[in-house]
């Protein structure tokens, strides 16, 4: 798992490390996010997206 901080877009953020992740042959490459937007652009990258409740169903009470 990988954890990066954006300096100013978020979004673009996430899809710029992606395609670094996508390219580098990383997989699976997961996002998780409820933006529908930011959805399609990962996933026309080759990323899995799942929303926040698959999230919080993983996370100890």
Do not use: F, K
């Not at 954006?6 to 673009?12: K, Y």
């Not at 652009?41 to 999230?55: C, D, E, I, Y």
């Amino acid at each position: 798992m990988t954890i990066e901080r954006a300096a100013a877009s978020g979004d673009d953020a996430v899809v710029a490390v992606v395609e670094s992740a996508v390219a580098a042959g990383d997989a699976p490459v997961v996002v998780v996010t409820a933006d529908r937007g930011l959805r399609d652009r990962v996933q026309a990258l080759g990323a899995a997206v799942r929303g926040p409740g698959w999230l919080r169903e993983l996370l100890p009470d």
